[in-house]
């Protein structure tokens, strides 16, 4: 019923910026939460960022004061700004959401991801 779709990945050098947007799409009522999870190679998948309907947001402590999350509900789309990058934040970055559906209670849906890689 919801697709999520990343896009604003890519290769920057240390100290570089990118901005990353997850769009959803689909049937449904209203979308709940929408975060940004990252995963980088032999590491566990680890929330970066979060933001609830009514824009409260929290951040994982690594990123705090480089990154900040947006949220247009117009368009059921979330941003990741990312600024002063640094290699450890290499990661493929994976959009989540909780979804109200049209009927039922709360959903969780996935983005595909897209790969971001800082060179040093």
């Known amino acids: 019923q919801v697709q999520l779709v990343e896009s604003g990945g890519g290769l920057v050098q240390s100290g570089g910026s990118l901005r990353l947007s997850c769009a959803a799409s689909?049937?449904?009522?209203?979308?709940?939460?929408m975060d940004w999870y990252r995963q980088s190679a032999g590491k566990q998948r680890e929330l970066v960022a979060g933001?609830?309907?009514?824009?409260?947001?929290n951040y994982a402590d690594s990123v705090k004061g480089r990154f900040t999350i947006s949220r247009d509900n117009a368009k059921n789309t979330i941003y990741l700004q990312m600024n002063n990058l640094e290699p450890q934040d290499t990661a493929i970055y994976y959009c989540?959401?909780?979804?109200?559906?049209?009927?039922?209670?709360?959903?969780?849906?996935w983005g595909q991801g897209t790969q971001v890689t800082v060179s040093s």
């Open positions: 689909g049937s449904f009522f209203s979308i709940n939460t």
């Open positions: 933001i609830s309907s009514i824009h409260s947001t």
């Open positions: 989540h959401a909780e979804v109200w559906p049209e009927v039922g209670g709360l959903e969780d849906y």
